[in-house]
C-alpha cells in the first residue's frame, strides 16, 4: 500500500509574529517557516504504519511556490520515499488544494491519504474533508491515536478510520445517556 501524505510550509510555531502595515495579513519576509506541526504528525504516523509493514511507500505532497520544496526536504529528512511539489504562484484555499490532491489521488493511487489536522497559519481544518467528498471516500477526522487496524468500505479506499475515533463517539453516546437518566 502507498501512503500519501500532505504537508504545508507555514510560520514556524515559535516566531512571533508580526502583522503587515496594511493589515492585509501576517508579515512572512525574513521569517523561519517550517512544516506545519499537524502534517509532521501525519507524516510520522504515515512512517510509523510503513515501519510495520502496513505500507510499501510514504509520498509526501506539498503546493506553493518553489520554496516550499525546504518543506519537502524535512520530510524526506524525516523518512519519505518520494516527494511532489505542485508550483502555486499565489496563495491556495482549501477547496483548490483538495481539488489539486484529487488530481494527483487519481495519479498516484495511494491506498491511504493522510492530512494533518489543520494549519496553524489558517486554522481551516476544511482540506480534509473536502477532498473526502472529492473522492467519494470515507474519512475520520481528528483521530488521536493510530491503530494497524484499518477499516476499508467496499472496494474504496480510506482516508483515514480509526477505531479509537468511534470509541470516543461511543463512549460520548454513553455519557449524555447516563447523564439524561439521572436527570
Not at 55 to 80: F, Q, W
Not at 152 to 162: E, M
Request: hydrophobic share 50%; with cysteine.
Amino acid at each position: 500500500m502507498k501512503i500519501m501524505v500532505a504537508v504545508k510550509r507555514v510560520v514556524d510555531y515559535a516566531v512571533k509574529i508580526r502583522i503587515k502595515p496594511d493589515k492585509s495579513g501576517v508579515e512572512t519576509q525574513n521569517v523561519k517557516m517550517s512544516m506545519n506541526p499537524f502534517c509532521e504528525i501525519a507524516l510520522e504516523e504515515a512512517l510509523k504504519i510503513k515501519e510495520s509493514g502496513l505500507a510499501k511507500e510514504v509520498v509526501a505532497v506539498t503546493m506553493g511556490p518553489s520554496n516550499c520544496v525546504d518543506t519537502l526536504r524535512t520530510g524526506l529528512a524525516m523518512g519519505a520515499d518520494r516527494g511532489i511539489h505542485v508550483e502555486a504562484a499565489r496563495d491556495l484555499v482549501p477547496l483548490s488544494v483538495a481539488k489539486v490532491l484529487k488530481k494527483l489521488v487519481e495519479v498516484e493511487n495511494p491506498g491511504l491519504l493522510i492530512l494533518g489536522k489543520q494549519a496553524i497559519d489558517d486554522d481551516c481544518n476544511q482540506t480534509g474533508q473536502m477532498i473526502a467528498a472529492l473522492l467519494g471516500w470515507p474519512q475520520g477526522t481528528f483521530a488521536s491515536k493510530v491503530s494497524s487496524t484499518v477499516i476499508l468500505f467496499g472496494n474504496y479506499p480510506s482516508i483515514a478510520i480509526y477505531y479509537f475515533a468511534f470509541y470516543l463517539f461511543f463512549w460520548f453516546i454513553t455519557y449524555v445517556f447516563i447523564v439524561h437518566i439521572k436527570l
